[in-house]
T-cell receptor
Framework: QKEVEQNSGPLSVPEGAIASLNCTYS??????FFWYRQYSGKSPELIMF????GDKEDGRFTAQLNKASQYVSLLIRDSQPSDSATYLC???????????FGKGTTLSVSS | GAVVSQHPSRVICKSGTSVKIECRSL??????MFWYRQFPKQSLMLMAT?????????EQGVEKDKFLINHASLTLSTLTVTSAHPEDSSFYIC???????????FGPGTRLLVL
């Protein structure tokens, strides 16, 4: 059973701090990695994706991928209360036909 | 952007009835659509993958005769929950891709409550 693991949290950070969200995956064959944000009662929205080892930056968000360690993370700089949500990590399945989602990490940013 | 809509957003029905949920890609042609179910505080569980003009591919454990999926056009897929029971109460979310499975754009979801 291929799995995507995330710490459920809640992760609490003060406004303006850096929030670090982590995700590990079990399938070494995974090639594509995604971070989605889901507000309570809403559907997920794509934040960013990463395919290659290293860092990828998009505004206040940075995704980091380490395939050797089977680890992907999301950093949120200058965290805002509006960033408070559940963050879902997703990786492609072995067949490359679908995404497998983690259970998500709940982030709470206090003002 | 890529906008995906779902209808209805919320539905309450009696046990034993059937419920149809529509998923539409509004500004792009979706070759593939996915249907997920999410229980409270749980992750998204993929139910099936739907390709236009062909039969849906169901995940293990998902009853294809209970969850009927039709992908009749490049912009519309429907999920029908037949003979719904209280345990089918959940948040049903569709997503669509322009091609393949990579970047998925999610609909707003449909909250189903079966009494």
């Amino acid at each position: 059973q291929k799995e995507v693991e995330q710490n459920s949290g809640p992760l609490s950070v003060p406004e303006g701090a850096i929030a670090s969200l982590n995700c590990t995956y079990s399938d070494r064959g995974s090639q594509s990695f995604f971070w989605y944000r889901q507000y309570s009662g809403k559907s997920p929205e794509l934040i960013m994706f990463i395919y290659s080892n290293g860092d990828k930056e998009d505004g206040r968000f940075t995704a980091q991928l380490n395939k050797a360690s089977q680890y992907v993370s999301l950093l949120i700089r200058d965290s805002q209360p509006s960033d408070s949500a559940t963050y879902l990590c997703a990786v492609n399945n072995q067949a490359g036909t679908a995404l497998i989602f983690g259970k998500g990490t709940t982030l709470s940013v206090s003002s | 952007g890529a906008v995906v809509s779902q209808h209805p957003s919320r539905v309450i029905c009696k046990s034993g009835t059937s419920v149809k949920i529509e998923c539409r890609s509004l500004d792009f042609q979706a070759t593939t659509m996915f249907w997920y179910r999410q229980f409270p505080k749980q992750s998204l569980m993929l139910m099936a993958t739907s390709n236009e003009g062909s039969k849906a591919t169901y995940e293990q454990g998902v009853e294809k005769d209970k969850f009927l999926i039709n992908h009749a056009s490049l912009t519309l897929s429907t999920l029908t929950v037949t003979s719904a029971h209280p345990e089918d109460s959940s948040f049903y979310i569709c997503s669509a891709t322009r091609g393949g499975w990579e970047t998925q754009y999610f609909g707003p979801g449909t909250r189903l409550l079966v009494l």
